[in-house]
């Protein structure tokens, strides 16, 4: 058994994440795509090619809408066929099928969970790093491999460097100090970008530091995986 590397990709950067295919296919890394808002999607070609690569293609929701919010304004079943059925539609329209679900602005509760695990395979949400701490110290973002078959959420850490043509976000170091945790503990380490860019007006993962990402995680013998890939839910 060895560790995983879970990298996800938010929103509808279909021609940026298209143009980092020979990145993922040098490192033998499989990745997921969570798409939201589909009338955004500039090339839906692009993303049936980064399927046919063997990257799994999830949904992040039709309006990009908070599922907390949401489901504790309306019901579930409102937050089901606002933005979950038109989202999974969009998707099967271009002969894709989404298993699994991000949540927008990893804004999620135990009743949104409920509500979309009887949809989805798994969900993957998302947390900041706190101040002065490492993401290799934050244990949500690590699953013991032995234990994904019982987990359906899976909790993420920021891996975009930029926002609007800046820096921000955390460093190379403390992300490869994650994948050495991952390696060392055979444990599922989950991440989340959204452009693959070297600079873009929103969030934004440089290819240089994806291309290091993969390379480091190669190297530890971490197995770069899609959700599509993860073992079905027990």
């Known amino acids: 058994m060895s560790g995983i590397l879970l990298l996800t990709f938010d929103d509808f950067f279909v021609p940026e994440w298209r143009a980092a295919r020979e990145v993922f296919r040098a490192h033998g890394a499989r990745v997921t795509f969570f798409v939201s808002e589909p009338w955004q999607v500039r090339s839906w070609a692009g993303l049936r090619d980064l399927a046919a690569d063997g990257h799994s293609v999830g949904a992040h929701g039709f309006r990009h809408l908070r599922a ?18 038109p989202c999974l ?12 679900f991000a ?43 032995a234990e994904l078959p019982r987990r ?44 693959i860019a070297p600079a873009h007006e929103a969030n934004y993962l440089a290819p240089d530091r994806l291309d290091r990402l993969l390379a480091e995680a190669a190297r530890l013998g971490l197995r770069c995986l899609g959700f599509d890939d993860l073992p079905a839910p027990a």
């Open 68 to 85: 907390d919010e949401r489901v504790a304004e309306a019901s579930g079943a409102a937050y089901l066929r606002e933005e979950i059925e």
């Open 89 to 100: 539609a969009a998707l099967a329209a271009e002969g894709l099928r989404a298993r699994s």
């Open 103 to 145: 949540y927008p602005n990893s804004a999620r509760s135990p009743a949104s969970d409920t509500v979309l695990t009887t949809v989805f395979d798994r969900l993957r949400g998302g947390r900041g790093v706190p101040d002065g701490a490492e993401p290799a110290d934050v244990g949500d973002f690590f699953v013991p491999v």
């Open 152 to 195: 359906r959420v899976l909790i993420g850490a920021g891996a975009d460097n930029g926002r609007m043509f800046r820096p921000r976000g955390l460093t190379d170091a403390a992300l490869l100090g994650a994948l050495r945790r991952a390696a060392d503990r055979e444990e599922a380490l989950t991440l989340y970008a959204h452009a």
